[in-house]
């Protein structure tokens, strides 16, 4: 199970940090990714890192601002948030692939977590 936490308010050009605890015991076994969507519109890819944490990626527009990172002792993922704007309004869900593989497209994720709400005001 994955339980998503830290959305919340922020003005534009603010910071939120995002975490995704997980359960299981084999957690550094698989790449996690954080995805967003709003209404309408499919998931999109926000980052993924792999299990050892060694290697990350991201989407293009999230470059040089947000940044992935994990805890294996604490089974738990984070995506440091920083220079939000407007448009990233959206639910952001963590997501965990079923290997050690980074991958972009939501339907090669296994588990998902609930979701947290994250509004950026201008």
């Known amino acids: 199970q994955l339980q998503a936490s830290g959305g919340g308010l922020v003005q534009a050009g603010g910071s939120l940090r995002l975490s995704c605890a997980a359960s299981?015991?084999?957690?550094?076994?698989?790449?996690m990714g954080w995805f967003q969507q709003t209404p309408g519109k499919e998931r999109a890819f926000v980052a993924a890192?792999?299990?050892?944490?060694?290697?990350?990626k991201y989407a293009d527009s999230v470059k040089g601002r947000f940044t992935i990172s994990r805890d294996n002792a604490m089974n738990t993922v984070y995506l440091q948030m920083n220079s939000l704007r407007p448009e990233e309004t959206a639910v952001y869900y963590c997501?965990?692939?079923?290997?050690?593989?980074?991958?972009?497209?939501?339907?090669?994720?296994?588990?998902w977590g609930q979701g947290t709400l994250v509004t950026v005001s201008s």
């Open positions: 997501a965990a692939r079923g290997d050690d593989y980074i991958r972009t497209w939501h339907g090669q994720y296994v588990y």
């Open positions: 890192i792999r299990g050892s944490g060694d290697v990350t």
């Open positions: 299981g015991r084999t957690f550094s076994s698989y790449a």
